[in-house]
């Protein structure tokens, strides 16, 4: 069954940092960009961040540029979501997703992605 899986969520400070970890299962991550997005109750899905397949490009929001870093280790299958100086509004689910080779200009369009995880909550409070 091929699937990625969410994790490193859980509650912080605000101030604070977490690293989400994306591992792809029944499948290698080589051939696919993967992007992080978010979905706050109430809210609709975001995307955060993306990163490409063969020259690891990276894009992101502009609500997280300059705190958040996304990364792959492909030897690990993994991509990861460095998030540091976290506030509240950063308070959501997130998930990764994949897409076949390079992130796509409007990457924040989570309607192009497939392979969703279940997600990782991430609670951003004092």
């Known amino acids: 069954q091929v699937h990625v899986v969410e994790s490193g969520g859980g509650l912080v400070q605000p101030g604070g940092s977490l690293r989400l970890s994306c591992a792809a299962s029944g499948f290698t991550l080589d051939n696919y960009a993967i992007g992080w997005f978010r979905q706050a109750p109430g809210k609709e899905r975001e995307g955060v961040s993306c990163?490409?397949?063969?020259?690891?490009?990276?894009y992101y929001a502009d609500s997280v540029k300059g705190r958040f870093t996304i990364s792959r280790d492909n030897a690990k299958n993994t991509v990861y979501l460095q998030m540091n100086s976290l506030k509240p509004e950063d308070t959501a689910g997130y998930y990764c997703a994949t897409i076949l080779f390079r992130c796509p200009a409007d990457f924040t369009n989570w309607r192009q992605f497939d392979s969703w995880g279940q997600g990782t909550r991430v609670t951003v409070s004092s």
């Open positions: 990163i490409s397949r063969s020259d690891s490009s990276t």
